[in-house]
């Protein structure tokens, strides 16, 4: 009973200690360190466990293997974990800087995303009469009421289908996004059947090239240039959009206006213009709000996916740790009854073993973290955003990798905790009668 009671204790220890990790920030975590190693050069039991600990880390070429099972399992964690990490931190780092917050869009009232929403002529000329919106020396109003397709095309490298996104926007499009640029040919030319692609869309897909013909719809269309913005419309195709709503019968509506606002303080008098008028039903945020909400979803479902597997290969690695480390105590176990012979208390043992463990986890962990960083950060591939595809490039923060490096640790210190306590508990007359 006393035994259990003990395990529960420490078992319980264990977990309030990941809580307190998970949260600690790195300034935390420096302090840890220097209190630890003024611990282990002034105090007595600090010196033994150094000691012992050098003691113990020269003998991990003799075990090579088990040793080398410990690093590599806990790389596979941190690799894994920061990867998916890093997709989703791409991905909503693409989604969201597409918005600003002097800049408003209208959709359908109701409608959480572009694709759902329906907005009529009557619409589009009441929210150009609304209050706020900028306008230019000649007093046409900085909007742009747009309409959004899907486009079937073939991925590059491939003959399967994919649907790409097609923009129909008016001409005032490109001074509401002064982000975007042209980097290759020019721009549409109204009434005409011209695309311009985003240079991500021109990687992903075939036929894109300045001067091609791409049939979309029925009808078929000249790719006149191709453009860079560093957002989510990078994975678009733009067009006129009476071009795109004649190609693909949607009349004169639109899905969303885009409007360029007096400035940020504009917005509630905007809105409340709209909510205001009985004749309309919209719905009216800021593009920084917009691509916010349209990023969480994503980003969220990527976040506990990589948690999810990140927690089950961790417990796959804080096995293989306790099995290695359980039987590196083992074959020094006599050792370790002599240093208790000769005067040595429990917590330096207990230190030393977990100290090994953890330096193999942050081996471990540095391993990782380095070859994610290498392999995937700004590597392009493409996601689903609802029927369209969105290309986006990893993200590689020192935070993530961060991350992994506390994952690492906390592996190696689960992995080193009941070996450690095994050994110092180990009675010195067992311990010498067992080699």
């Known amino acids: 009973m006393k035994k259990f009671l003990f395990n529960l204790g420490l078992v319980l220890l264990v977990i309030l200690a990941l809580l307190v990790w998970i949260r600690l920030p790195w300034i935390g975590v420096v302090a840890l360190a220097l209190l630890f190693a003024l611990w282990l050069a002034l105090s007595r039991s600090g010196r033994q466990a150094a000691s012992v600990t050098v ?24 690799a894994v974990l920061v990867a998916l990490l890093a997709m989703g931190e791409g991905l909503t780092a693409t989604l969201a800087s597409g918005g600003r917050s002097d800049t408003a869009i209208v959709l359908r009232g109701g409608a959480a995303a572009e694709s759902a ?35 079937s095309l073939k991925q590059k490298g491939s003959n399967e289908d994919a649907n790409a996104q ?58 006149v240039g191709v453009f860079a913005s560093g957002d989510a419309y990078d994975s678009e195709l733009w067009a006129d959009r009476q071009s795109v709503a004649s190609a693909y019968r949607r009349g004169n509506s639109a899905e969303s206006v885009l409007v360029k606002l007096t400035g940020t303080a504009a917005f509630d008098g905007f809105k409340a213009a709209l909510m205001s008028d009985p004749k309309l039903k919209v719905e009216t945020s800021t593009t920084a709000d917009y691509f916010a909400r349209q990023s969480a979803g994503l980003a969220r479902t990527i976040r506990v996916v990589g948690l999810t597997v990140g927690v089950i290969m961790a417990i796959g690695a804080i096995f293989g740790a306790l099995n290695c480390m359980f039987a590196a105590v083992a074959s020094r176990a006599r050792e370790i009854a002599t240093l208790r012979a000769i005067g ?20 471990g962990g540095v391993l990782g973290a380095l070859i994610v960083w290498l392999v995937f950060n700004g590597y392009t591939t ?19 990798m961060w991350s992994g490096l506390k994952w690492a640790l906390a592996i190696g210190f689960i992995g080193g905790l009941f070996p450690a306590v095994r050994a110092a508990r180990l009675p010195v007359t067992t311990a010498l009668r067992e080699l």
Do not use: C, H, Y
């Open 55 to 78: 003691v113990g880390v020269s003998t991990i070429r003799q075990r090579a293997g088990s040793s080398s099972v410990i690093v590599i399992g806990i790389a596979g964690v941190v």
């Open 117 to 151: 929403s329906v907005l009529l002529r009557d619409d589009v000329l009441a929210v150009e009469q609304a209050p706020g919106v900028a306008r230019d020396a000649a007093g046409k109003p900085a909007m742009s009421a747009e309409l959004v397709v899907a486009a």
């Open 166 to 223: 097609l923009r129909g926007v008016d001409a005032e499009a490109w001074a509401l996004r002064p982000d975007l640029k042209i980097v290759q040919g020019r721009k549409f030319k109204p009434g005409l059947r011209e695309l311009v692609v985003g240079q991500g869309a021109a990687r992903q897909f075939a036929g894109l090239a300045v001067g091609d013909e791409v049939k979309l719809g029925t009808e078929s269309w000249t790719v």
């Open 344 to 363: 040595f208390r429990g917590v330096p043992v207990v230190v030393s073993v977990m100290l090994e463990t953890m330096l193999l986890a942050l081996a």
């Open 382 to 400: 493409s996601t689903l955003n609802g029927l369209t595809q969105v290309v986006f490039d990893f993200k590689v923060s020192p935070a993530l």
